[in-house]
């Protein structure tokens, strides 16, 4: 890890004791509040990966997968928030300077999208824009029925008889669309999903870090039979061999150089990853896991929900598929 990484680690570790930590279950049941949004542009979050003479912090891939990683290992939600606004709503965006001065500066809170499977979700029509991830924004970013990508102009309606599954805290809204401009068409947002692929890792994994830290910290103070879950050998070698994974996955992802192939293939394994280790820390917590107080609940369904949201297995796995074969392949 370079000098710029191992630096923006320590930071947003300090940032996350002080904003997330005592907030996350907050952050989980009322969404990520004001005061959180404002101290994650005060602190540069946004932005950071855009150059300075655009307003951003200039950072490398590295260091803002290091950003990504620690954000999610404690608020899945806020990673995804800074996540969603620098790799897709900012790059999409490029044409319209004034937004992203509005976006940097807290003018408003962020410009809302909806990323699916297959890029981002298409409305009912092109009128209404249902399940859009956030709730107090003015504009929102989708695919219309011809299957180019709009920034729509409108009023959003927080959706009050829908919960999500996952990343609870950005919330869900109705946007009601009153004009709309085509930014391009839906290859640019294949695109810029595909060379997001190390911070999409990077969420996977922090993800899958903050799940197994709580089931660490609980086997070793939860007993039974007088004796901590630690101490038997089901649980102690299993969450091990995690761990071991777990580090494997890191040392890839925390490497001063990493070459495309590779990003993909670490986008992979850390997307079914996430979804055994977060598995099996619920398992380990018992009944008390499935509390939202204990912290570890919301792991598995931010994992399962981020596998639905911004992971396309089938798209990417192709696209690996035919980079390892040099020659179209896995389309039958």
């Known amino acids: 890890m370079n000098e710029q990484a191992a630096l923006m680690r320590d930071s947003v570790k300090e940032f996350a004791k002080q904003y997330l930590v005592d907030k996350a279950t907050t952050i989980e049941r009322e969404g990520i ?15 950071s990966n855009l150059p ?13 997968s290091v950003l990504i990683f620690e954000l999610a290992r404690v608020s899945p939600s806020v990673a995804m928030h800074v996540l969603l606004q620098n790799d897709l709503v900012l790059p999409l965006l ?8 509005g976006i940097l500066s807290g003018e408003f809170p962020g410009v809302y999208i909806n ?29 219309h029925s011809d299957g180019k990508v709009y920034l729509d102009y409108g009023k959003s309606e927080i959706d009050n008889d829908s919960k999500p599954l ?16 085509v930014l391009g068409e839906k290859d640019l947002a294949d695109h810029l999903l595909l060379v ?24 070793k103070v939860r007993k039974t039979f007088e004796h901590p ?21 890191k040392s890839a992802l925390f490497s001063d150089s990493i070459e495309e192939i590779m990003m993909l293939m670490l986008k992979n394994q850390a997307a079914s990853f996430s979804r055994k280790v977060t598995r099996y820390a619920l398992q380990f917590h018992g009944g008390y896991g499935y509390l939202e107080d ?30 390892l074969y040099s020659d179209k392949s896995g389309f039958l």
């Open 33 to 47: 509040g004001k005061d959180t949004l404002a101290a994650i542009l005060n602190q540069g979050f946004i932005g």
């Open 52 to 64: 300075e003479s655009k307003g951003g912090a200039g950072l490398d891939k590295l260091s803002h």
């Open 94 to 101: 490029e044409s319209k300077p004034e937004l992203i001065k």
């Open 115 to 143: 990323p699916m499977m297959d890029g981002f979700i298409k409305p009912e029509n092109d009128h209404l824009l249902k399940g859009v991830i956030g709730s107090s924004s003015k504009y929102a970013i989708a695919i």
């Open 166 to 181: 996952g990343m609870r805290g950005l919330g869900t809204c109705n946007f009601n669309v009153e004009k709309s401009e």
């Open 196 to 219: 997001s692929s190390l911070d999409i890792a990077s969420i996977f994994l922090g993800i899958s870090q903050g799940a197994l830290d709580l089931a660490m910290e609980y086997t």
């Open 229 to 249: 879950l630690k101490d038997y050998e089901p649980v102690s070698f299993r969450l091990s061999e995690l761990m071991s994974e777990l580090e494997i996955m």
């Open 294 to 323: 204990f912290g570890v609940e919301k792991f598995y369904r931010d994992s399962v929900a981020l596998n639905a949201m911004i992971y396309r297995p089938t798209v990417d796995k192709r696209f690996l598929a035919t980079k």
